[in-house]
Nanobody
Framework: QVQLVESGGGLVQPGGSLRLSCAASGIFFRFYDMGWYRQAPGKQRELVAVIDSSGNTNYADSVEGRFSISRDNGQKTVYLEMNSLKPEDTGVYYC?????????WGEGTLVTVSS
């Protein structure tokens, strides 16, 4: 059974930093691409960053240069380092893995960027 558990969200001032973690279980973690998505209030869920099984990364234009995705295959964990946070980064951040039989999501962790 696939489980994804996010942590690390919270309230941060504009310009601040946060590091999100997503612990995975129930999958052969090292073989899967892992993604971070976010959903702002009243908006659709959007892709933030993805890291493939080889460690190649891709980012949304809105976070390029400020966010960094990484993975630890031994710990079965994917991270999202977020710097220079802006109010528009506020939202629930979700971890995602795509398997042959569908998408799996965590419960999400709330990030609020506000002074």
């Amino acid at each position: 059974q696939v489980q994804l558990v996010e942590s690390g969200g919270g309230l941060v001032q504009p310009g601040g930093s946060l590091r999100l973690s997503c612990a995975a279980s129930g999958i052969f973690f090292r073989f899967y691409d892992m993604g971070w998505y976010r959903q702002a209030p009243g908006k659709q869920r959007e892709l933030v960053a993805v890291i493939d099984s080889s460690g190649n990364t891709n980012y949304a234009d809105s976070v390029e240069g400020r966010f960094s995705i990484s993975r630890d295959n031994g710990q079965k964990t994917v991270y999202l380092e977020m710097n220079s946070l802006k109010p528009e980064d506020t939202g629930v951040y979700y971890c995602n893995v795509k398997k042959f039989n569908g998408d799996y999501w965590g419960e999400g962790t709330l990030v609020t960027v506000s002074s």
